[in-house]
């Protein structure tokens, strides 16, 4: 079955939502469509989150950071903005997961590349390792105990 853009996204939030609420975090969600984040996540502070549909692509999951929507003249991509949103939250169909991403750490970034095994060239400066994102990693980590 091929799947809309609107359609993995809600998925992708139905996930989200399910496993933050899992972890006990409490969930909101904006009254109206169309603004830059999808949920509230009140962990101590609120933090605005943007949900994404990641795939798999071989060893690594990719997160994208933009938002793309139809204009006149085509397709516009449009990167997030601090001002905007806090984290990325996204779901990963094939692994069945879900991962945060704070948005210092995809700031300026079309997208974010998260390694599932060690590389061919074990390269271990600045890989991002999915096991460091997952929710029970970095949400657990904020919203404590």
Not at 18 to 39: I, K, N, S
Not at 50 to 61: H, L, M
Not at 90 to 119: I, K, N, S
Request: net charge positive.
């Amino acid at each position: 079955m091929v799947l809309s853009t609107n359609q993995k996204g809600a998925i992708a939030e139905t996930a989200i939502v399910a496993a933050a609420t899992w972890m006990g975090v409490d969930v909101y969600r904006p009254v109206a469509e169309g603004g830059r984040y999808d949920l509230i996540f009140d962990v101590g502070r609120l933090v605005r989150v943007q949900c994404k549909w990641a795939a798999r692509a071989g060893d690594v999951v990719v997160v994208r950071c933009y938002s793309n929507r139809r204009a006149r003249d085509g397709l516009v991509r449009r990167l997030y903005a601090s001002t905007e949103i806090d984290a990325f939250a996204a779901y990963c169909p094939e692994l069945d997961a879900c991962y945060f991403v704070p948005f210092e750490l995809a700031a300026g970034q079309t997208m974010v590349q998260l390694r599932l095994t060690p590389t061919l060239n074990n390269q271990r400066r600045r890989v991002r390792w999915a096991s460091d994102f997952s929710f029970e990693a970095r949400l657990g980590a904020i919203a404590g105990p």
